[in-house]
């Protein structure tokens, strides 16, 4: 059996997730910020491996179903909270793929540093949009989440289509300084060069 990892270990971020868990477990109403934490890392985690959106997203409300009916028996170990996730969500994959008679591929959780980083990456795109103004933000989802064109755009908003394209121009550049923002806040890394080690998506 894994350890618990000392406290003075831990970080701040896995110190105050450790309380979450563990409010959400005497209370199951306190599971909505952890659902709010996690929803895009495990949606994204999913939709790597399924084929259309709306699979990714009811796959996803079945992870966290599960999740919050099995909260009590989750145990603290020092392993981050999104790693238990998402060995469910790899179980909810590869048995959808059993349901449906197929066997879905990479349905394992992440196997290298670069996925985690991928994914990580795309949590943060998230919720930089989330950051948007709002008529950038309507755009922005609906010309790249839901795949709608400009015209239709244009329709749905009452907006000419040149106007639809410039919020949409806005809202990349604006995601495009808020993403190089915050790639610059993270600490460096030294180049190794030895292959990098798998990692088994323990990365939260």
Request: glycine letters at 6%.
């Amino acid at each position: 059996m894994v350890g618990r990892a000392p406290a003075s270990t831990q970080s701040p971020a896995q110190a105050e997730e450790r309380l979450l868990v563990e409010a959400a477990q005497k209370d199951p109403a306190r599971f909505a910020e952890l659902y709010e934490m996690h929803f895009e890392r495990v949606y994204l985690f999913i939709a790597r491996r399924v084929a259309d959106r709306d699979t990714a997203q009811d796959l996803t409300a079945d992870v966290f179903q599960k999740a919050l009916a099995n909260l009590k028996q989750f145990e603290w170990r020092g392993v981050p909270f999104a790693a238990w996730l998402l060995r469910i969500a790899a179980n909810v994959v590869t048995d959808r793929g059993k349901r449906s008679g197929r066997e879905l591929s990479f349905a394992d959780l992440p196997e290298t540093q670069s996925e985690m980083r991928q994914i990580e990456d795309g949590v943060r795109l998230f919720r930089l949009v989330d950051q948007l103004p709002k008529d950038q933000r309507q755009v922005i989802r609906m010309r790249f989440a839901e795949q709608r064109s400009i015209g239709e755009i244009a329709r749905e908003l009452g907006r000419s289509e040149g106007a639809v394209k410039q919020l949409q121009l806005r809202g990349i550049q604006n995601l495009r300084a808020g993403f190089g923002l915050q790639q610059s806040k993270r600490p460096r890394i030294r180049r190794n060069t030895k292959p990098a080690k798998k990692t088994g998506g323990q990365n939260g």
